[in-house]
């Protein structure tokens, strides 16, 4: 089980690209903590972050980890935010029609943003898409899975990473959601929990 908590709550609900990236500038204990976490979930390639409620924010907590296992692995990470139907960062500019855009935050993190909204049931075969495609260009990509519970597509999502991680708060999370998830992965996909906020 991964126990990581120092993510305050203002992190957790982002809307534009321009907030998320004056989130790059992580504070030490954070940053300690997600190479920590880094260091466990290295061997999966693509790994999902699955929310344990619909209150709970993952982008925050993606990129700081995203950008701590870019310093574990020496390689490239991307952190996508798959919900086509209710983005959490919807891309300002929609520049081809490609369903994701494409930024670089800082060294080797991008983060993909769809660049429209789009029908309920297209995230999976996007998603699918997007990593067969891009399964070259990074070493390891991070998957926010926020809204895929509430469309029933979590577990098809699921099929396509690696591992999960699902993501709680303290104070917020309740021992019985957790051990409903636990129970909807597949055990060699289960990472793990990592939990925010203080303790």
Do not use: Y
Request: some cysteine; aromatic content about 4%; overall charge negative.
């Amino acid at each position: 089980m991964i126990d990581w908590h120092p993510i305050s709550e203002h992190r957790e609900q982002l809307q534009t690209v321009s907030e998320l990236e004056q989130w790059t500038d992580v504070d030490p204990v954070v940053r300690d903590e997600c190479v920590r976490v880094a260091r466990r979930i290295v061997g999966a390639k693509v790994v999902g972050l699955l929310p344990a409620s619909n209150d709970i924010g993952v982008p925050g907590v993606g990129v700081q980890l995203g950008l701590a296992l870019a310093e574990v692995s020496l390689g490239t990470v991307a952190f996508v935010d798959a919900n086509l139907r209710w983005p959490a960062i919807l891309s300002a500019e929609v520049a081809n029609a490609e369903p994701f855009a494409t930024r670089w935050l800082r060294g080797s993190l991008a983060l993909l943003t769809p660049q429209r909204i789009q029908a309920a049931g297209a995230g999976v075969p996007q998603l699918r898409q997007l990593l067969a495609s891009g399964s070259e260009l990074f070493a390891h990509v991070l998957v926010d899975l926020t809204g895929f519970k509430k469309l029933g597509e979590h577990l098809a999502a699921m099929q396509l990473v690696d591992g999960v991680v699902i993501v709680a708060r303290v104070g917020r999370t309740t021992e019985g959601e957790l051990l409903r998830l636990g129970h909807e992965l597949p055990a060699s996909r289960n990472l793990g929990v990592m939990l925010t906020g203080a303790a």
